[in-house]
């Protein structure tokens, strides 16, 4: 009999729990890129009043997440 | 009360805020943005939700896109929250007229100069058409001392509105 391959705990996400995050670290990404990250910080800890995007609820989390993209098309020419 | 149809948009200039002509949260926004020359800071958690904030993108005849609106600013209170919230496109007011109208105040701000003024308008929304009577104050801002970008804040008060 095979044995099943190593997955650590840390590696596992929930299946709800993960397009959330894969948007998350795309949205972040793209704001860097853009040198938007000031722009990201200062939204999060004045108007959500929380040092990370992690620390958000879910419906919260969806709220930013809209925020961001509508920065992305405020200051990125396509 | 609203007697014209004839569109206004017209500068008053940030003295009157200085002689307290203003709005006094309006007012507050633009005492706390000038004490800090215009760099973001603990201050301006307190004015987020009557905020619009858009970008220093200028292009063509419209004022700059959208990305934030507060949950208490005038333009939700008046465009919604479907549309504050719509995904898609660059946010823009919905009346073309109104976006044409107002650009030169963004314009003013974004050379350096703080944009204080009266306007007074139609709406030509999907509802119908709403007579307004606003004042506006619009500021350039950066996040940090250092930072090279700057965006603009849009502080709107309602002084009179009427369905048609």
């Known amino acids: 009999m095979q044995t099943p391959p190593f997955i650590p705990q840390s590696a596992y996400f929930h299946e709800h729990v993960q397009p959330g995050d894969r948007r998350l670290k795309k949205l972040k990404a793209e704001v860097d890129r853009h040198n938007l ?8 800890t004045l108007d959500y009043q929380v040092a990370s995007a992690h620390e958000l609820s ?6 930013f997440y809209g925020i961001i993209e509508l920065l992305l098309k405020a200051f990125v020419k396509e | 009360m609203l007697t014209t ?3 206004v948009f017209t500068e008053l200039g940030t003295e009157a805020i200085d002689k307290g002509l203003a709005d006094p949260q309006l007012s507050a926004f633009y005492e706390s943005m000038m004490s800090s020359s215009g760099l973001v800071n603990e ?3 307190e004015h987020m939700p009557y905020l619009s904030l ?7 005849i419209g004022p700059p896109p959208i990305f934030y609106v507060g949950r208490r600013s005038s333009q939700r209170s008046l465009f919604g ?4 919230m719509q995904q898609g496109q660059e946010l823009r007011t919905p009346d073309p007229d109104l976006e044409y109208a107002s650009a030169e105040g963004y314009r003013a701000a974004l050379s350096g100069r703080p944009y204080y003024g009266y306007a007074r308008t139609a709406l ?3 509802g119908g058409t709403i007579e307004i009577a606003f004042e506006r104050l619009i500021m350039t801002l950066r996040p940090s001392a ?3 970008r700057r965006f603009c804040a849009y502080f709107g008060v309602i002084q009179d509105l009427q369905q048609q």
């Not at chain 1, 990250?37 to 999060?44: G, N, R, S, Y």
């Not at chain 2, 858009?54 to 063509?60: A, F, H, I, R």
């Open chain 2, 81 to 84: 929250d479907e549309w504050a």
């Open chain 1, 58 to 63: 879910h419906e919260t989390k969806e709220e």
């Open chain 2, 124 to 126: 030509h929304l999907e």
């Open chain 2, 146 to 148: 250092h930072s090279d």
């Open chain 1, 37 to 44: 990250t000031e722009m990201w910080d200062m939204i999060l």
């Open chain 2, 5 to 7: 149809k004839r569109p």
């Open chain 2, 43 to 45: 201050n301006l958690r």
């Open chain 2, 54 to 60: 858009c970008s220093d993108k200028l292009e063509g």
